[in-house]
């Protein structure tokens, strides 16, 4: 994940991690084999692959909110990367932009609502695929579940709660995404 200061030209290559190493915003340097950095690469991955799914969403969207939802979670997956990349917490009080909520969590809720409302029940489990964003939705859900125990990974007093309850809210969140995309393309859901 690439962190920046708006006020400054960046130099995307920096040369301090020629050695294996890099930075966490605390100013330690740890191995990029870390836990801490693997957690924050995969909520890295999560947000590209979230950033291919809006542009195929985009593509096909008529009438859907999804693409300005994954726009959001792009956005949300910045600070929950910055936080991760922060473990004495530094950047916690002053960058508002980098926090994750409470409300950040209840707006997922809201989504997922609002998305089950146009949905037949779910009555068995069902096999990832449908349309391509569908399918790619599912791919995303499976990423952000890495991307989670990933996180758990660091143990209990590693993380703010709220990171994990966000990383599992959203998973629900893509999973439902992926029904609504594949039941407005017309593609039938595959069940177990």
Request: hydrophobic share 40%; aromatic share 6%.
């Amino acid at each position: 994940m690439f962190f920046c200061s708006h006020n400054q030209n960046v130099k995307i290559y920096t040369r301090t991690g020629d050695a294996g190493d890099t930075g966490l915003f605390d100013g330690t340097r740890v191995l990029k084999s870390d836990p801490r950095v693997g957690s924050y690469g995969e909520v890295d991955e999560l947000n590209a692959w979230l950033g291919f799914v809006r542009t195929e969403a985009a593509a096909g969207a008529v009438g859907t909110r999804i693409p300005e939802m994954l726009e959001q979670i792009q956005r949300d997956l910045f600070g929950l990367g910055a936080r991760l990349a922060d473990p004495a917490r530094r950047i916690a009080d002053r960058v508002t932009k980098a926090a994750v909520s409470d409300e950040d969590i209840s707006r997922l809720e809201r989504w997922i609502d609002m998305l089950e409302e146009d949905l037949p029940p779910l009555r068995r489990f069902i096999l990832a695929g449908g349309g391509r964003t569908g399918a790619a939705l599912h791919v995303a859900r499976t990423v952000c579940r890495r991307a989670e125990r990933s996180i758990v990974g660091l143990g209990a007093d590693a993380v703010e709660p709220a990171l994990l309850r966000y990383m599992n809210r959203l998973s629900d969140l893509l999973f439902v995404m992926a029904r609504a995309e594949n039941h407005r393309a017309g593609a039938a859901e595959t069940e177990w």
